[in-house]
């Protein structure tokens, strides 16, 4: 069975920072992409950014420049570094990971984190 959970989620002040980190486990024989994505009351899950195996990212045009997201294939952990946040980032920030397993690949979902931003 494979579990992905994130941590790191809360409240934070409009310029501050926090990291998320999201760890999967189980069988695995290998993770091919990692990402986050957020959603809020209202609105639409989006992509945040998302990480391959081999290091390539894609980020949210609205995050570019103040989030970062890395990730470490030996502890099957990926994790979201969110500087200079803003009330709009204010969401429950869900952790992706694509997972090969013995059988095939299949996505998983984590259990999803609240982050809030304050003005």
């Known amino acids: 069975q494979v579990h992905v959970v994130e941590s790191g989620g809360g409240l934070v002040q409009a310029g501050g920072s926090l990291r998320l980190s999201c760890a999967a486990s189980?069988?695995?024989?290998?993770?091919?992409?990692m990402g986050w994505y957020r959603q809020a009351p209202g609105k639409q899950r989006e992509l945040v950014a998302r990480i391959t195996i081999g290091g390539t990212t894609i980020y949210a045009d609205s995050v570019v420049g103040r989030f970062a997201i890395s990730r470490s294939n030996a502890k099957n952990t990926v994790y979201l570094q969110m500087n200079s946040l803003k009330p709009e980032d204010t969401a429950v920030y869900y952790c992706?990971?694509?997972?090969?397993?013995?059988?095939?690949?299949?996505?998983?979902w984590g259990q999803g984190t609240q982050v809030t931003v304050s003005s």
């Open positions: 992706y990971a694509r997972i090969v397993t013995s059988a095939r690949p299949l996505d998983y």
């Open positions: 189980g069988s695995i024989f290998s993770i091919n992409v």
